[in-house]
Structures are given as structure tokens and as C-alpha cells.
């Protein structure tokens, strides 16, 4: 509700007003990009100073897409995206929003910059909708919950799904968890939660959390979770753990309350009133080492939070000193794209519908204006390829970026460079990343049978042989070692250690990227193997070059030798054939890749030819990627001016 909802409910109760209940929805689904820390990793220091937090409107409410709360955010296929919501501004009934009477969207927008938005679809394929949470998940886009005027009072929504964002199709019709709107959809540790939302014409609110490894089926890690039930609360995930923050019941009572759980059954109380106290409609993202709560409604007083609070561990939160340049609202979106928090559209405290978008703007913690982090990349005007060059590269898919000194990005070549392709071994940057902020590389592995026994296993490890996690990574990165890479991976166990992987692609922004193992291995049966593009492969090039350049100097080794503990030698020589030869390039770091699903692969950072910054150069799925790369090195090199 709006206003206080205790005056709504007594409102529905005094003029018969049941339907009018039905208007509330809470926060849409949290995205991808938004994904948190690994589990155990002490958290980098960051870059940012939180306190220096302010804001820049990039996006009126007459501007793009119409004012609307309840509507859906999301980041896909590099665009950020809103579908639905409604609009209530004028169809009030002495002050009071008549929801019955109000506007409706199934439309559905994006854009690739958050200022210049697009109408891609004027009627969905799926119904007007409010309160639908939308997540990629494995490469496909879900649609779960929410509650439409125009279908009957039942909440019978099912499960849509998208390939590509503007065309849908309803692939459930009765999911295994009771319909609702007002839940939270996120992904984490490999599947899919749903948690709490609420049952108007049941009179419910819900305190069940359900999982799913599909997107289509799921179960209930728990039915009555020791919460209060609730809706319009946040939900995030940080340092391994599920959290829910705030919300409030069915007769708008509101809550400060904060929970984490390891497992979405099993869950404990942080807080009993948390710092930026009783609150609704507020929304979580993860952001440069820190977890942010933005904006909210006092359910009580309906005050507007037009704040924002941050924290490292979830538990201990500070206030970013100014508060928002507009009121505090509810049922807005925010999400994190290219690098920025937005805030898009919602409802404030006096009952106004809004369609305005905002984005952050930090200082480093020098005091030096920043965008810190990965800088999209944006085509220089010298770098078209010719045709003939294109004709001669095998590969279904590459991209070469040139970063220079200032971390500035430009795009030298690229060919579908957004499409997910299996990787193979590529996937071991990630689980030297992953280790090496995760694992101490001091303690020592020992090599079970199990581990010996598995598809692809190198030969060279022997079961019983113990060796320091350090060591690891030299054959892990210059032999791709796959029993290396699952004794790593042991460590939390191979689903979690993945689930790890996957989180923190999404929390640097790699939003196609989705593994299964640490190995790159193809999996058996018809299980989706490890995916990337060639443009999030980059991503984690530039990632791994700023904050664990060791990798990429491992990778330069044409042969290393590891001991055991008790002193045994293994030699393994590396898998690229560019070391060692004459290629008429510097080669600073790289990592090969090949199954009979992604064909051959490569990654290569080579010195830029006025020695002035780096290239990032990715082939997937090539006949020859040694070629293929040779070519496509070459071609930027010549049509690129180099002062």
C-alpha cells in the first residue's frame, strides 16, 4: 500500500473494498548483474567511497516510457529492460488510487545506455501485468508471479519464458508453488528462489522460500520459515548467504527485521531492528564491495525513504549522508548496469506515479570523480573490419578490445560477441579467480580416487598425493589440468564451487556467463555445458589483469614443474602454441580451450603496437583458433591507427 495500509485495510473493511486490497505489489525480481561475493571470500577493498554517493536524472517522467510502480527490471543481452506495472495517477477516488479503474502495461522497453529507451513490444504476448519477476536464468528469461485485471480475480499467471527478451510463451500453467505477487526471484548457488509474496483473495502473506534447478520446476527448502510471512520486502545475497530485509504483513504491519540463511531452509536472525529501520518497497543490489538498501516506505507513517544504506557484511549498515533529489518511494526498480545503480520509475509517499530514471555517481576514495569498474566498450570509427579479413576467420564468434593506460575501452573487431558459446577450458581463469579469493593457497589438497576416475582427467596427478593450493594454479594454467581444477574445486564442493564461479561472473559483469564445473569439461546427457560470449570473456580479462595479474603472468610459462609434499615432480607444458614462437606480438597472458562442443577456443592479452595499454583478443568456436587469432590480430593491427 501507499499510504499507511493499516487506514487502507480499515478502508476495505468499512467500504466492502476487497478488490481494492488487490493493488499492492512489491519489488521486482533482483537481476543477474546484481550477483554477490563467493562464500568465504574476504571482500576486496573497495574502490569506492560510499559516502560520496549522489545522483543524475538521465530519463524525465515525459520521457520514454510512461510513468508506472510494479513494473519489472532486468538486464539482458546487454541492455537493461522494464516490462509492466501500472499507473494510478488518475484514477483516484477522493485522493485515494482505485486500482480497479487504474492503467495497466504489457509493454515492454530497453536500452543499452539507460537515456535513449526503446519500445520493443507494444502488447506482450503475456497479459497486462504488475508485480512479475523477471530473472535470466541459463541463458533464458522467466517470468514468475504477479497478478493481472484482466484474467480474472485468481492469481493464475503461470511461468512465461524468452529467448530474447520481446517474444514470450507460457511454459507452466500451475506452478508448484501457490501464485502470488509481491515474492522476490533471484539466483543463487546454481538455482533459482522464490521467497515470500502475497495472496490477496486468500488474505495471505507468505513466509515459504522454494528452489529450482530448471527455471520450470520447484521445491520448498521450506514452507514456514521462523520470519514473520510477509511481502514488499528485499531480498539479496551476500558472502554465500541469502538475506530478507524489511517488508510487512497482510495488515500492514511493517518490519525492520533482518534474516540470513546458507541453504534458503535453515535460517537466523541478524537483526531484530536493523539500522534504517521499519520500512516496505524497499530493494537490495551488490555494488563494489558493498551491499546497498535503497528508498522504502515507513509502513506506519508512510514516511518516504528517500535514502540509501551500504554494507560490507550485511549485518553492520551506514547511511550514504544525502538522501535522494526526490521523494522516497516504493515498488520502483533498481539494478546495476554498465557499471551504475539505477532507480527507475515507482510510487512516492504522496501517491504519485513516476517514470523518471536515475543513475549513480561515486568518488574514488582518493576524491577523484569515478564510473569505477568495467568500462563498456564502445567501436572506434577506424576499426571496421573488411570483408575479406571476416572471410577468412573460421571462428563463429570473436571480439578485439584495445584498453589503453586511462582503462578506456575500444572495440577493434567483433563478431556476435554477445551470443553464449560453450568455452571449454577458458572456464579455468574463472577457477584460478575463484580459488585464488576463496581457498588459501597455503593449505594442502590431497587428490581423492573419486577425482581420478572422472571424465577428462589429465593422468598426471596420482590419488593420495597432497599438493599447496598455489601450486595448483601453475598446472591448473599452463597444462589445463583438469584433475588440478576439481581438486580445487573440492575444497566447497564441485555444485557450490561452480555456483561461486557463476556469481562472480554476474558480480563483474559478466551477464551471458554461466558455469556447471571448473573444469570446462563437457558435461554427459543434455546438461547446458560451461557459457560465455567473447565480450564477458573480456570482462574477466580486464578483472583478472587489474586485481590478480599473477594469473595472467602464470599463462606466459611455456613448462612448469609442481612438487608434491612428499616431493614427487609432475611437468606440464602449456597448451598455447603461440609461446615459444615467433609471432611478431608480445604476448602478456592467455588460455586455450577445446571440446567437442565448443570447438576450439582462445583467449590472448597481447601489448598494444605503441606499447600504450593492452588488446583483449577472444575466438570461440573456431576450426583453428591459433589461425583464426593470428588473422584477427593481425587485421586490427593493421587498420587501427596507432599514434
Same mark, same amino acid.
Given at each position: 500500500?501507499k499510504?499507511?495500509?493499516?487506514?487502507?485495510?480499515?478502508?476495505?473493511?468499512t467500504?466492502g473494498?476487497?478488490?481494492?486490497l488487490?493493488?499492492?505489489?512489491s519489488?521486482?525480481?533482483?537481476?543477474l548483474?546484481?550477483?554477490?561475493?563467493?562464500?568465504?571470500?574476504?571482500?576486496?577493498?573497495?574502490?569506492?567511497d560510499?559516502?560520496?554517493?549522489?545522483?543524475?536524472?538521465?530519463?524525465?517522467?515525459?520521457?520514454?516510457?510512461?510513468?508506472?510502480d510494479?513494473?519489472?527490471?532486468?538486464?539482458?543481452?546487454?541492455?537493461?529492460?522494464?516490462?509492466?506495472?501500472l499507473?494510478?495517477?488518475s484514477?483516484?477516488?477522493n485522493?485515494?488510487?482505485?486500482?480497479e479503474?487504474?492503467?495497466?502495461?504489457?509493454?515492454?522497453?530497453?536500452?543499452?545506455?539507460?537515456?535513449?529507451?526503446?519500445?520493443?513490444?507494444?502488447?506482450?504476448?503475456?497479459?497486462?501485468?504488475?508485480?512479475?519477476?523477471?530473472?535470466?536464468?541459463?541463458?533464458?528469461l522467466?517470468?514468475?508471479?504477479g497478478?493481472?485485471?484482466?484474467?480474472?480475480?485468481e492469481?493464475?499467471?503461470?511461468? *512465461? #519464458? &524468452?529467448? @530474447? %527478451?520481446? =517474444? $514470450?510463451?507460457?511454459?507452466?500453467?500451475?506452478?508448484?508453488?501457490p !501464485? /502470488?505477487e +509481491?515474492q522476490i526471484?533471484?539466483?543463487w548457488?546454481?538455482?533459482?528462489?522464490?521467497?515470500?509474496?502475497?495472496?490477496?483473495?486468500?488474505?495471505?502473506?507468505?513466509?515459504?522460500?522454494?528452489s529450482?534447478?530448471?527455471?520450470i520446476?520447484?521445491?520448498a527448502?521450506?514452507?514456514?520459515?521462523?520470519?514473520?510471512?510477509?511481502w514488499?520486502?528485499?531480498?539479496?545475497?551476500?558472502?554465500?548467504?541469502?538475506?530478507?530485509?524489511?517488508?510487512?504483513?497482510?495488515?500492514?504491519?511493517?518490519?525492520?527485521?533482518e *534474516? #540470513? &540463511?546458507? @541453504? %534458503?531452509? =535453515? $535460517?537466523?536472525l541478524?537483526?531484530?531492528?536493523?539500522a534504517?529501520? !521499519? /520500512?516496505? +518497497?524497499?530493494?537490495?543490489?551488490?555494488?563494489?564491495?558493498?551491499?546497498?538498501?535503497?528508498?522504502?516506505?515507513?509502513?506506519?507513517?508512510?514516511?518516504?525513504?528517500?535514502?540509501?544504506w551500504?554494507?560490507?557484511?550485511?549485518?553492520?549498515?551506514?547511511?550514504?549522508?544525502?538522501?535522494?533529489q526526490?521523494?522516497?518511494?516504493?515498488?520502483?526498480g533498481?539494478?546495476?548496469?554498465?557499471?551504475?545503480?539505477?532507480?527507475?520509475g515507482?510510487m512516492?509517499?504522496?501517491?504519485h506515479?513516476?517514470?523518471?530514471? *536515475? #543513475? &549513480?555517481?561515486?568518488?574514488?576514495?582518493?576524491?577523484?570523480?569515478?564510473?569505477t569498474?568495467?568500462v563498456t566498450?564502445?567501436?572506434?570509427?577506424?576499426?571496421?573490419e573488411?570483408?575479406?579479413?571476416?572471410?577468412?576467420?573460421?571462428?563463429?564468434?570473436?571480439?578485439?578490445?584495445?584498453v589503453?593506460?586511462?582503462?578506456?575501452?575500444?572495440?577493434?573487431?567483433?563478431?556476435?560477441?554477445?551470443?553464449?558459446?560453450?568455452?571449454a577450458?577458458i572456464t579455468?581463469?574463472?577457477?584460478?579467480?575463484?580459488?585464488?579469493?576463496?581457498?588459501?593457497?597455503?593449505?594442502?589438497?590431497?587428490?581423492?580416487?573419486?577425482?581420478?576416475?572422472?571424465?577428462?582427467?589429465?593422468?598426471?596427478?596420482?590419488?593420495?598425493?597432497?599438493?599447496?593450493?598455489?601450486?595448483?594454479?601453475?598446472s591448473l594454467?599452463?597444462?589445463?589440468?583438469?584433475?588440478?581444477?576439481?581438486?580445487?574445486?573440492?575444497?566447497?564442493?564441485?555444485?557450490?564451487?561452480?555456483?561461486l564461479?557463476?556469481?562472480?561472473?554476474?558480480?563483474?559483469?559478466m551477464?551471458?556467463?554461466?558455469?556447471?564445473?571448473?573444469?570446462?569439461?563437457?558435461?554427459d546427457?543434455d546438461?547446458?555445458a560451461?557459457?560465455?560470449?567473447?565480450?564477458?570473456?573480456?570482462?574477466?580479462?580486464?578483472?583478472?589483469?587489474?586485481?590478480?595479474?599473477?594469473?595472467?603472468?602464470?599463462?606466459q610459462?611455456?613448462?612448469?614443474?609442481i612438487?608434491s609434499?612428499?616431493?614427487?615432480a609432475?611437468?606440464?607444458?602449456?597448451?598455447?602454441?603461440?609461446?615459444?614462437?615467433?609471432?611478431?606480438?608480445?604476448?602478456?597472458?592467455?588460455?586455450?580451450?577445446e571440446?567437442p562442443?565448443?570447438?576450439?577456443?582462445?583467449?590472448?592479452?597481447?601489448?598494444?603496437?605503441?606499447?600504450k595499454?593492452?588488446?583483449?583478443?577472444?575466438?570461440?568456436?573456431?576450426?583453428?583458433?591459433?589461425?583464426?587469432?593470428a588473422?584477427?590480430?593481425?587485421?586490427?593491427?593493421?587498420s587501427?591507427?596507432?599514434?
Amino acid at each position: 500500500m501507499k499510504k499507511t495500509l493499516l487506514f487502507i485495510f480499515v478502508l476495505i473493511l468499512t467500504v466492502g473494498g476487497f478488490i481494492f486490497l488487490q493493488n499492492k505489489n512489491s519489488g521486482t525480481a533482483k537481476p543477474l548483474s546484481d550477483a554477490p561475493a563467493p562464500t568465504g571470500q574476504a571482500t576486496p577493498e573497495p574502490e569506492i567511497d560510499p559516502s560520496s554517493l549522489t545522483w543524475t536524472e538521465t530519463k524525465t517522467n515525459a520521457e520514454g516510457w510512461p510513468k508506472r510502480d510494479s513494473h519489472s527490471v532486468f538486464t539482458f543481452d546487454n541492455k537493461m529492460w522494464v516490462l509492466g506495472g501500472l499507473d494510478a495517477d488518475s484514477s483516484k477516488i477522493n485522493g485515494v488510487p482505485d486500482y480497479e479503474t487504474a492503467i495497466y502495461y504489457n509493454d515492454i522497453w530497453n536500452t543499452s545506455d539507460g537515456i535513449n529507451w526503446t519500445r520493443v513490444v507494444e502488447h506482450a504476448d503475456f497479459p497486462y501485468i504488475r508485480s512479475a519477476s523477471v530473472v535470466e536464468f541459463k541463458g533464458v528469461l522467466y517470468m514468475y508471479g504477479g497478478w493481472s485485471p484482466h484474467d480474472g480475480l485468481e492469481y493464475k499467471n503461470g511461468i *512465461w #519464458s &524468452s529467448t @530474447d %527478451g520481446i =517474444h $514470450w510463451k507460457k511454459v507452466v500453467d500451475k506452478p508448484d508453488y501457490p !501464485e /502470488r505477487e +509481491g515474492q522476490i526471484v533471484l539466483e543463487w548457488n546454481g538455482k533459482l528462489w522464490l521467497v515470500g509474496g502475497v495472496d490477496y483473495f486468500g488474505r495471505k502473506t507468505f513466509n515459504d522460500v522454494w528452489s529450482s534447478d530448471d527455471g520450470i520446476h520447484w521445491t520448498a527448502a521450506t514452507t514456514d520459515a521462523p520470519w514473520h510471512s510477509r511481502w514488499d520486502h528485499a531480498l539479496g545475497v551476500w558472502n554465500g548467504k541469502m538475506y530478507i530485509a524489511g517488508g510487512m504483513n497482510f495488515r500492514g504491519v511493517g518490519y525492520s527485521d533482518e *534474516w #540470513s &540463511s546458507s @541453504d %534458503g531452509a =535453515h $535460517w537466523d536472525l541478524v537483526s531484530a531492528n536493523a539500522a534504517w529501520g !521499519e /520500512r516496505q +518497497g524497499q530493494e537490495i543490489v551488490n555494488y563494489h564491495g558493498y551491499m546497498w538498501l535503497i528508498s522504502g516506505l515507513h509502513s506506519a507513517s508512510n514516511e518516504g525513504r528517500g535514502d540509501a544504506w551500504y554494507s560490507t557484511d550485511g549485518i553492520e549498515w551506514k547511511k550514504a549522508p544525502d538522501d535522494y533529489q526526490w521523494k522516497g518511494r516504493e515498488d520502483h526498480g533498481v539494478i546495476v548496469f554498465n557499471d551504475k545503480i539505477w532507480v527507475m520509475g515507482g510510487m512516492d509517499s504522496d501517491w504519485h506515479w513516476n517514470g523518471d530514471v *536515475w #543513475s &549513480s555517481n561515486f568518488k574514488n576514495k582518493n576524491g577523484s570523480n569515478t564510473n569505477t569498474g568495467i568500462v563498456t566498450p564502445t567501436p572506434a570509427p577506424s576499426s571496421v573490419e573488411s570483408q575479406t579479413t571476416t572471410s577468412l576467420i573460421s571462428a563463429e564468434e570473436y571480439l578485439s578490445v584495445l584498453v589503453d593506460p586511462q582503462g578506456k575501452q575500444t572495440i577493434l573487431a567483433e563478431k556476435n560477441k554477445s551470443v553464449p558459446m560453450p568455452i571449454a577450458s577458458i572456464t579455468k581463469l574463472m577457477t584460478a579467480t575463484v580459488s585464488l579469493e576463496n581457498i588459501d593457497q597455503n593449505s594442502i589438497l590431497t587428490i581423492p580416487t573419486e577425482i581420478l576416475q572422472m571424465k577428462g582427467t589429465g593422468g598426471n596427478l596420482q590419488a593420495g598425493e597432497s599438493f599447496k593450493a598455489s601450486d595448483l594454479l601453475y598446472s591448473l594454467l599452463v597444462g589445463s589440468d583438469n584433475d588440478s581444477a576439481r581438486l580445487l574445486a573440492s575444497t566447497k564442493g564441485e555444485t557450490n564451487f561452480a555456483a561461486l564461479m557463476s556469481q562472480k561472473a554476474q558480480e563483474i559483469g559478466m551477464t551471458h556467463t554461466h558455469y556447471i564445473n571448473a573444469t570446462g569439461v563437457d558435461p554427459d546427457g543434455d546438461i547446458v555445458a560451461n557459457v560465455s560470449t567473447a565480450e564477458d570473456l573480456a570482462v574477466l580479462a580486464s578483472y583478472i589483469k587489474t586485481n590478480h595479474p599473477e594469473i595472467f603472468s602464470i599463462t606466459q610459462l611455456q613448462n612448469k614443474t609442481i612438487l608434491s609434499i612428499g616431493g614427487v615432480a609432475h611437468s606440464f607444458t602449456t597448451t598455447d602454441k603461440f609461446l615459444g614462437t615467433q609471432t611478431g606480438f608480445t604476448i602478456l597472458g592467455g588460455k586455450t580451450g577445446e571440446t567437442p562442443s565448443a570447438k576450439k577456443n582462445l583467449l590472448l592479452i597481447i601489448e598494444a603496437p605503441n606499447k600504450k595499454g593492452f588488446i583483449i583478443s577472444v575466438i570461440l568456436h573456431s576450426d583453428d583458433n591459433f589461425k583464426d587469432m593470428a588473422t584477427l590480430i593481425h587485421s586490427v593491427e593493421n587498420s587501427h591507427t596507432w599514434n
